[in-house]
Nanobody, 121 residues
C-alpha cells in the first residue's frame, strides 16, 4: 500500500501565499510523475500542476506565473508554492502520485485525501 498525505492548506486573503506539501509513505518502490489537482465548489476536479522525475513541469493556464511545483524525490514529496492567490483558487487540493509499490507491480495512480484552500476577498 501507498498513502499520500497533504498539508499546508488554510484560509488566506486575496494576494497572499500558501505552500502545500504532500508526502508518500507506506510501501513505495518508485514514483514517476507527481501532481496537484483541485476541485472547487460546484465544479469538476481539474489539473493544476505536475512534475516529472527529470524535473519538467506542466501547469494549468489559470495558475501559470503564480504557482510553482517542486519535488524532493529522496523524501517522496511534492510541493506547491501558491502566490498571488485569488478567490477563484478556492478548492480542495489533491496530491496524486504515479508509482508502484514493488518491482512486480504496475504503475498506478495514488491519491491523497485533499487539503482545503480558501481565499477570501
Amino acid at each position: 500500500q501507498m498513502q499520500l498525505v497533504e498539508s499546508g492548506g488554510g484560509l488566506v486573503q486575496t494576494g497572499e501565499s500558501l505552500r502545500l506539501s504532500c508526502a508518500a509513505s507506506g510501501r513505495v518502490f518508485s514514483i514517476d510523475t507527481l501532481g496537484w489537482y483541485r476541485q472547487a465548489p460546484g465544479l469538476q476536479r481539474e489539473h493544476v500542476a505536475s512534475i516529472r522525475t527529470g524535473g519538467s513541469t506542466n501547469y494549468a493556464s489559470s495558475v501559470k506565473g503564480r504557482f510553482t511545483i517542486s519535488r524532493d524525490s529522496a523524501k517522496n514529496a511534492v510541493y506547491l508554492e501558491m502566490n498571488s492567490l485569488k478567490p477563484e483558487d478556492t478548492a480542495v487540493y489533491y496530491c496524486k502520485a504515479e508509482g508502484r509499490t514493488s518491482v512486480w507491480d504496475v504503475v498506478r495512480d495514488y491519491w491523497g485525501k485533499g487539503t482545503q484552500v480558501t481565499v477570501s476577498s
